[in-house]
């Protein structure tokens, strides 16, 4: 079956960088992209990226661009997530989440919803 | 960039109550609009895509329709564990930029 499965929480200071990683199996990893969401406390979602786990190509949410980096290791079916010069409203969990089949393809590239989801992981940045 | 609202933001309905929530795209979307639904403490859940189709799984009493700017999600008949917040997503853009509705919380009167 289908699982992503996120690294644990971090506590960061601000300033300092954290990298999330999202460990994919059940699926061919290449096959589906993967984008981040982001939920702070008591918030809605927010969504900060998607990378192409078949090329690595990415588009990150133009709040986020120049902070967020995100890269997959194919050899391990992993998805990371750096994010860098961290505040106090970054506080947040942090999920992965897989495109589903169900997609439209617009200029060779598959959009999709997101059926499957990682446990999510806390980031708290705190003096 | 599309921004997506809800309304209402939150309601309060009784059990059997017909439950309906509103999303609306600033642009044209046709219907590439999903439904989610996050239980207090959980992952978000993917019940509606393509504007109208029930995901694997999902109780037939969700029901999705709408085109274009406007969408609604439908709960037949309200149930203790439909208790959630309900977002909408659209994801019609290349490249991908995938904007969450703000929410709307489904709480038991």
């Known amino acids: 079956q289908v699982q992503l499965v996120q690294s644990g929480a971090e506590v960061k200071k601000p300033g300092a960088s954290v990298k999330v990683s999202c460990k994919a199996s059940?699926?061919?990893?290449?096959?589906?992209?993967i984008s981040w969401v982001r939920q702070a406390p008591g918030q809605g979602l927010e969504w900060m990226g998607w990378i192409s786990a078949y090329n690595g190509n990415t588009n990150y949410a133009q709040k986020l661009q120049g902070r967020v980096t995100m890269t997959t290791d194919t050899s391990t079916s992993t998805a990371y997530m750096e994010l860098r010069s961290l505040r106090s409203d970054d506080t947040a969990v942090y999920y992965c989440?897989?495109?589903?089949?169900?997609?439209?393809?617009?200029?060779?590239?598959?959009?999709?919803?997101?059926?499957?989801w990682g446990q999510g992981t806390l980031v708290t940045v705190s003096s | 960039d599309i921004q997506m609202t809800q309304s209402p933001s939150s309601l309060s309905a009784s059990v059997g109550d017909r439950v309906t929530i509103t999303c609306r795209a600033s642009?044209?979307?046709?219907?590439?609009l999903a439904w989610y639904q996050q239980k207090p403490g959980k992952v978000p859940k993917l019940l509606i895509y393509?504007?109208?189709t029930l995901q694997s799984g999902v109780p037939s009493r969700f029901s999705g329709s709408g085109s274009g700017t406007d969408f609604t999600l439908t709960i037949s008949s309200l149930q203790p564990e439909d208790v959630a917040t309900y977002y909408c997503?659209?994801?019609?853009?290349?490249?991908?930029?995938?904007?969450f509705g703000p929410g709307t919380k489904v709480d038991i009167k």
């Open positions: 059940g699926y061919t990893f290449t096959s589906y992209g």
């Open positions: 989440a897989r495109d589903s089949p169900e997609g439209i393809t617009i200029f060779g590239v598959v959009i999709a919803p997101f059926d499957y």
């Open positions: 642009q044209g979307i046709s219907n590439y």
């Open positions: 393509a504007a109208s």
């Open positions: 997503q659209k994801y019609n853009s290349a490249p991908p930029i995938f904007t």
